[in-house]
């Protein structure tokens, strides 16, 4: 039985809440700890998902918790790309004084992509395809600010 | 002028206080596996709309249908979120019926889902902005959160519920002891109910009385538990269900009334109401499903009945108010074995809400358990053949009543 | 399916800090549609009201908004999506053959609420929610650039879009002050603040404060309280999954999928010579470029050749659209009416001439996840 819980949640009300990451994210998250990525394949279509999921959203198949894992490398490229001064995770939804790059990248093997900034881009690194990797928190300790951010291969 | 609806299929994740071994899409998927697996033609992909809903500020998600499409297998499908508080999930299984009714083209087999898991948020917030109106405008006036935790204590659900009981014991003349009796019927009842949460096999009624007060006249012992869990039904057109199933269970009857008023819920939510027991919404409600459902005589043509009440005096009011009983004689029913298991009108053999209450899933495992005990197939299943049975829901601060009435014969006129 | 009509309708004027309270604008939204229609309180069967627990700041947001919507002692529900998605449970409701009169009302007050940061708390708590980097306003970058990318689109053909639809406004009595500007040019619009890059702070529809309600009835009745009912002949309503990493965010799947059921409905082959005018909720400018395509009004990519203004080939938001204002749980209510008053010929200083059959549309989350197409249309026989 995993306990693992998100804790850090700002936002409208100060209420306390914990939420239980599950079976499949709790794996995911095990994999953060020793900087890996662990994806879930579907064995009828072949999408490769990361975050991994129960159920593959094309082929409404279970994919079960002890079958089709695999790892996959830090290694990706940018799909899309955006700048953006908005802090929606302060309370007011404040802008900052200086913008902010957020990359989506594909890892190479898997058919989603994820979200993280983007460190040390300059202005005409922003492409698309342009080829990251991750890089992860020093001490990562199994949870989504493990990876900090996509640099430049 | 609408179709003939009919239930196929209903399913449970387990019931706990702290499911922290999944996460909420997996609680919900738990459930939807149970449903599908009663029907071995159907699959996730053969679903044609979905219908879900649950309290969401009890644990901080809003929409959390939008993250768990894929978890549900509603990707790429017709999704509508319904949501009304304690009654959702009878608003969410409403909903499953008028969609399947309403004979839009392609939409004939919906599934409806409806869930929560308290042990992720913090429900005294949740209860607090019902039983306080407007969070934003107390926290403007300076009132702190931890104040109004304070305030809670005497408050919120439990506090509205025991100016309900009053005054309906002021009007019934019932013992602390009757509502004891309906507690022990209930917790007996879940020890026999797979998914329940609160089983007590050997609970007594001095065992109940042995618990100090809340808040008079309801003990520690007297009230429902804060679960986590998800239920799932499955609604589909009168055709397609004789193939999915030997015994399709036809919903004849659907009503969700309020008589709620906003200047009272304003200042003082439903406490403030002369007399929370009065339920005019509750009546309607029933005289409404009755009517659709050809009922003229609810005690003798309802077989079973699945009564949404946290709190034993509501369930004795209700038993009353939705005509299952005369006014002031339920208590009666339940001492003389009436409303047991092998009784003539056996109630909440699930357990009911008293003993399991996941919020946003209760009012919909109310229909769900009525239907399958119409099926055959209820966990704890009554002894008699159930032809005709009833599942409510209860939210809004006090006065909002959900209503399904079900048969195992398509009954409903048309005019 | 059988034929319900639209028999009223009534929307309050946008403001971005209303002067007064959620009770009286619903009050005022819901009686005034019945105003509208000529009918009384006690002709309500049944009220499906649009409001979302979190936008409103407290659980079950309908709770105390019975008496003001017309709900009291009347069969009610409610929707947690936009109001587009109420009527659609109202329209069950009427051909369910259980009710005769359907209310439906929705709205929200971003006055009174941290807009982003609500809209951030629609996301996976277990995922990406911590940190934030997900949410409406980075999505909306995303989008839009996906757009850009796949068929090599300047940004100028999106703030074109803006600069029309504020100009549209500008004509809506009812919108919101700050949406309308009859002077804003392209190089405005672009040279306004990041909002998330490519997307700038004049592409975005401004979430406000506003209510708007329906009415609907069967055929017969509707044809007795009414001579100008406007028909709901096709809808349709569709998710697609959530993740944004995994949709194609040139397009719209839910909406291309939501539009081919209403069209099915509604017998329609050919949109683009079938259809008259449509209403869309476009939360950003390039959304009602990627909507009009969905919705096969232009082919995919070619968006940007059609003249949607008001005397166009076919006009596209000629109220302004969401660009006019954005009440959450309102605005897909509010495209409906608008469709409404198209039909009828009320819509004032921007009718489009000679409209029978309208689309309107309604969305919710991130990159519109969910979508619903209405077909309307006029011809009360
Ligand atoms: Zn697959």
């Not at chain 2, 939409?107 to 429900?123: C, K, N, P, Y």
């Not at chain 2, 002369?274 to 409600?285: R, W």
């Not at chain 3, 993740?243 to 539009?259: F, N, P, V, W």
Request: charged letters at 25%; a negative charge; glycine letters at 10%.
């Amino acid at each position: 039985m995993t306990e693992k819980v998100i804790e850090k949640n700002k936002g409208l009300v100060k209420a306390d809440f914990a939420f239980w990451v599950g079976l499949y994210m709790d794996k995911f998250y095990d994999g953060f700890e020793q900087k890996k990525i662990m994806a879930n394949k579907c064995p009828e279509c072949g999408s490769v998902f990361v975050p991994p999921r129960k159920i593959c959203g094309k082929c409404r198949i279970k994919l079960p918790i002890d079958e089709n894992w695999i790892e996959l490398g830090d290694k990706g490229k940018l799909i899309n790309f955006t700048r953006t001064a908005y802090k929606v995770s302060d309370r007011r939804a404040r802008k900052s004084k200086s913008l902010k790059d957020y990359g989506m990248v594909q890892i190479e093997g898997s058919d989603t992509a994820i979200v993280y900034p983007l460190i040390d881009f300059e202005e005409n690194d922003l492409k698309m395809g342009t080829e990251v990797k991750i890089q992860w928190k020093e001490n990562p300790s199994g949870g989504p600010s493990d990876i900090e951010g996509f640099v430049k291969l | 002028m609408g179709r003939q609806v009919a239930i196929t299929s209903a399913g449970f994740s387990e019931h706990a206080s702290k499911r922290s071994d999944v996460s909420m899409p997996e609680l919900v998927n738990e459930a939807i596996e149970d449903c599908l697996t009663k029907v071995p033609s159907v699959e996730l992909d053969d679903i044609d709309a979905f219908v879900n809903g649950n309290m969401p500020a009890f644990e901080g998600s809003n929409l959390p249908e939008l993250w768990m499409t894929d978890w549900m297998g509603a990707r790429n499908k017709p999704l509508m979120r319904i949501t009304t508080g304690g009654t959702t999930g009878g608003s969410v299984a409403i909903g499953g019926y008028y969609t399947v009714t309403a004979e839009l083209p392609g939409i004939d087999t919906v599934l409806a889902v409806a869930f929560e898991q308290q042990s992720q948020g913090d429900t005294s917030v949740g209860l607090a902005s019902v039983a306080y109106g407007e969070i934003s405008i107390l926290n403007s006036l300076g009132i702190s959160y931890g104040q109004l935790n304070r305030l809670l204590s005497g408050g919120a659900a439990i506090g509205v519920a025991a100016y309900q009981a009053t005054n309906y014991m002021s009007k019934s003349k019932i013992t602390e002891e009757d509502l004891a009796r309906v507690v022990v019927q209930n917790r007996r009842n879940a020890a026999k109910t797979w998914w329940a949460h609160l089983k007590m096999p050997d609970l007594t009624i001095e065992d109940v009385l042995d618990t100090p007060y809340i808040q008079y006249p309801l003990r520690y012992g007297m009230v429902c538990p804060a679960s986590d869990g998800a239920v799932a039904m499955l609604f589909t057109t009168e055709e397609k269900a004789k193939d999915m199933c030997d015994i399709p269970v036809y919903v004849n009857g659907v009503a969700s009334v309020a008589n709620e008023t906003a200047v009272l819920g304003y200042d003082g939510s439903g406490s403030a109401q002369v007399d929370p027991s009065a339920q005019i919404g509750a009546m309607k409600s029933a005289e409404l499903a009755y009517s659709q459902a050809g009922i003229s005589f609810p005690r003798k043509e309802i077989d079973y009945a699945e009564v949404y009440a946290p709190f034993p005096n509501q369930e004795l009011m209700w038993d009353e108010k939705l005509g299952l009983f005369e006014e002031t004689t339920a208590p009666e029913m339940y001492e003389t074995g009436v409303t047991a298991r092998d009784g003539e009108l056996p109630v909440n053999c699930s357990g009911g809400v008293n003993s399991t209450n996941a919020i946003g899933a209760s009012a919909m495992e109310r229909p769900a358990v009525a239907a399958l005990q119409i099926m055959g197939k209820a966990s704890n299943q009554v002894p008699k053949t159930v032809h005709t049975s009833i599942g409510s829901g209860w939210g809004g601060s006090l006065n909002f009543i959900t209503l399904m009435v079900m048969s195992d014969e398509p009954k409903r006129k048309w005019k | 399916m059988d034929k319900v009509g639209i028999v009223g309708y009534n929307q309050v004027k946008l403001y971005s800090d209303a002067n007064y309270g959620r009770y009286e604008m619903i009050f005022e939204a819901v009686r005034g549609a019945l105003d509208n229609a000529g009918l009384k309180k006690k002709d309500i069967t049944t009220v499906i009201s649009a409001t979302n627990d979190y936008y409103d700041g407290r659980t079950i947001s309908n709770c105390f908004t019975v008496e003001v919507g017309g709900g009291y002692l009347a069969d009610e529900s409610k929707v947690e999506m936009d109001g587009a998605h109420a009527m659609l449970y109202g329209l069950m409701r009427i051909l369910s053959g259980n009710h005769k009169l359907a209310v439906v009302w929705g709205g929200s007050m971003p006055s009174c609420y941290p807009y982003h940061s609500a809209r951030l708390y629609e996301t996976d708590p277990t995922w990406e929610r911590p940190n934030a980097y997900v949410n409406d306003v980075t999505a909306s970058g995303f989008q839009m650039r996906a757009y850009m990318d796949k068929y090599d689109i300047g940004a100028e053909y999106i703030a074109n879009i803006a600069v029309k639809n504020r100009k549209n406004a500008a004509k809506n009595p009812l919108a919101l002050e700050e949406a309308q500007n009859s002077n804003i040019t392209v190089d405005e619009v672009l040279n306004s603040d990041a909002y998330s890059d490519p997307v700038t702070e004049l592409m975005v529809a401004q979430p406000c404060d506003g209510v708007a309600a329906v009415l609907l009835a069967p055929e017969r009745q509707a044809l007795k309280i009414t001579d100008k009912p406007v028909w709901i002949s096709g809808v349709g309503w569709n998710q697609d999954t959530y993740y944004i990493g995994e949709r194609d965010l040139s397009t719209c799947t839910s909406m291309e999928l939501a539009a081919k059921q209403a069209y099915d409905m509604a017998n329609i082959n050919d949109a683009k010579n079938d259809i008259d005018v449509a209403e869309l909720h476009e939360a950003y400018a390039h959304e009602e470029m990627i909507f009009t395509e969905c919705l096969g009004l232009a082919e995919k990519g070619e968006a940007r050749k059609l003249n949607t203004s008001i005397g166009g080939d076919l006009p596209i938001n000629p109220s302004g659209g969401a660009m006019g204002g954005k009440p959450p749980c309102a605005t897909g209510l509010i495209r409906v009416i608008e469709a409404v008053k198209q039909i009828r010929g009320e819509a004032g200083d921007y009718q489009v001439d000679g409209v029978n059959r309208a689309v309107a549309t309604g969305q919710i989350g991130m990159c519109a996840q969910n979508n619903i197409v209405w077909v309307l249309e006029g011809g009360g026989e």
